[in-house]
């Protein structure tokens, strides 16, 4: 069965960091991954993507210079490093995956969601 789980979420303060972790199918190692987040009320969001050997990223605006995206392959698990937090990064975050690669509009595998709230 192929899936990706995610972990690490939760409440943390405006200015703290949170690691968000998926731990995917190593049928995902040669994929590129990323991840979205949705906010409650708004549509899905690009946050960051992976090529499938971790040689080149890319991330939304919203959080470049704060979030920071790696993957570990020999243990089948993509990370996503939060720095910074600010209560606009409040949302369900998703881990992704794409056969070709992840863009703000292409992910074909998702995960169910890691809630992260982040406080005044």
């Known amino acids: 069965q192929v899936q990706l789980v995610e972990s690490g979420g939760g409440l943390v303060q405006a200015g703290g960091s949170l690691r968000l972790s998926c731990a995917a199918s190593?049928?995902?190692?040669?994929?590129?991954m990323g991840w979205f987040r949705q906010a409650p009320g708004k549509e899905r969001e690009f946050v960051a993507a992976?090529?499938?050997?971790?040689?080149?990223?890319r991330y939304a605006d919203s959080v470049k210079g704060r979030f920071t995206i790696s993957r570990d392959n020999a243990e089948n698990t993509v990370y996503l490093q939060m720095n910074s937090l600010k209560p606009e990064d409040t949302a369900v975050y998703y881990c992704?995956?794409?056969?070709?690669?992840?863009?703000?509009?292409?992910?074909?595998?998702w995960g169910q969601g890691t809630q992260v709230t982040v406080s005044s």
């Open positions: 992976i090529s499938w050997s971790g040689g080149r990223t």
């Open positions: 992704v995956a794409d056969k070709v690669m992840v863009t703000p509009t292409r992910a074909d595998y």
């Open positions: 190593r049928t995902f190692s040669s994929y590129g």
